[in-house]
Structure formats: structure tokens, C-alpha cells
Nanobody, 123 residues
């Protein structure tokens, strides 16, 4: 089992920044690719970003490219999502997720999920 706990969400004005963190425990963190997903009000859960086990490869949704950056610190068992130039449409509950070995953009491919952290962007 892998336990994931997100933090760092909050209320921010449009154009502002937030850094989300996801702390993992329970298994060898470096064995897991990590992903960030989000679910806005009345919307389905959608992919945001993913990062490889070593952190040398990352992928982003089109909506995140250029303003969001995913990173990880395997020594701290933590994955991050730096979000800049936030927009009202970025308002959502943000989840981190883990799956063994390989990255994926599909939520169904992830085995472990955190409870989420709320990000609200005001105009």
C-alpha cells in the first residue's frame, strides 16, 4: 500500500501561484510514477501532469503546459506541482496519484490516490 497526502491548496487570485505537495509513505517511493489530476465543479476528473520514477521525464495536459511544473524529491518521498499564472478555470480539487513503474495520463491506470487538496482561483 501507498499512502498519499496532498497539501498546499488554498484561495488565490487569478494570476497568482500555488505549490501543491504530495507526501507518500508505505512503499519505495522511487518505484512509482506519479501524477496530478483535478476535478472541477460539475466536471470529470482530468489529467494535469505526470512524472517518471527518477524525475527525468514529465508530461502535461495542454491546459497545464507552460504554467504548471511537476517535480519530485525521492529523498523526501514527495511530489510537487508548481502552478503559476492561475486562472479561474483552474479551480478544482487536486489529487495526486501513484502507479508502479511507468507514467500514464489515464486516471484508471493509477492504483493509489490521495484525498485531494482544494484550489480556488478568484477573479
Amino acid at each position: 500500500q501507498v499512502q498519499l497526502v496532498e497539501s498546499g491548496g488554498g484561495l488565490v487570485q487569478a494570476g497568482g501561484s500555488l505549490r501543491l505537495s504530495c507526501a507518500a509513505s508505505g512503499r519505495t517511493f522511487s518505484n512509482y510514477a506519479m501524477g496530478w489530476f483535478r476535478q472541477g465543479p460539475g466536471k470529470e476528473r482530468e489529467f494535469v501532469a505526470t512524472i517518471s520514477r527518477s524525475g527525468d521525464s514529465a508530461g502535461y495536459a495542454d491546459s497545464a503546459k507552460g504554467s504548471f511544473t511537476i517535480s519530485r524529491d525521492n529523498a523526501k518521498n514527495t511530489v510537487y506541482l508548481q502552478m503559476n499564472s492561475l486562472k479561474v478555470e483552474d479551480t478544482a480539487l487536486y489529487y495526486c496519484a501513484a502507479r508502479e513503474y511507468y507514467t500514464s495520463t489515464r486516471a484508471s491506470m493509477y492504483n493509489y490516490w490521495g484525498q485531494g487538496t482544494q484550489v480556488t482561483v478568484s477573479s
